[in-house]
Nanobody, 119 residues
């Protein structure tokens, strides 16, 4: 398994969860890492990601509540989610984007971890 996500679960509105994504070393060191989510009946959307410059991007809906971080020694990226709302209910996917030699992007995806926020 190249990307292993964990940490999802059921939480009440206002609560917190931390997702983790462990990557193989070859992927982690050569890719930009991020988190996406897909709610029922909706398209997959970016939640948070590192850029190739090391900065971070967040969806407007999670700014100020979610924080993406990484531990390079553990080849792991995290998503700290605070002040969760029912609208955050989704399957969360870890993503690693690698740029190939012909400059095309290639995406690796984790298996998804489900987050359910009850009202």
């Amino acid at each position: 398994v190249q990307l292993q996500a964990s940490g999802g679960g059921l939480v009440q509105a206002g609560g917190s969860l931390r997702l983790s994504c462990a990557a193989s070393g070859s992927i982690f060191s050569r890719s930009t890492m991020g988190w996406y989510r897909q709610a029922p009946g909706k398209q997959r959307e970016l939640v948070a990601a590192f850029t190739n410059r090391g900065t971070t991007n967040y969806a407007d809906s999670v700014k100020g509540r979610f924080t993406i971080s990484r531990d390079n020694a553990k080849n792991t990226v995290y998503l700290q989610m605070n002040t969760l709302t029912p609208e955050d209910t989704a399957v969360y996917y870890c993503n690693a984007r690698k740029i190939l030699t012909d400059l095309r992007p290639y995406d690796y995806w984790g298996q998804g971890t489900e987050v359910t926020v009850s009202s």
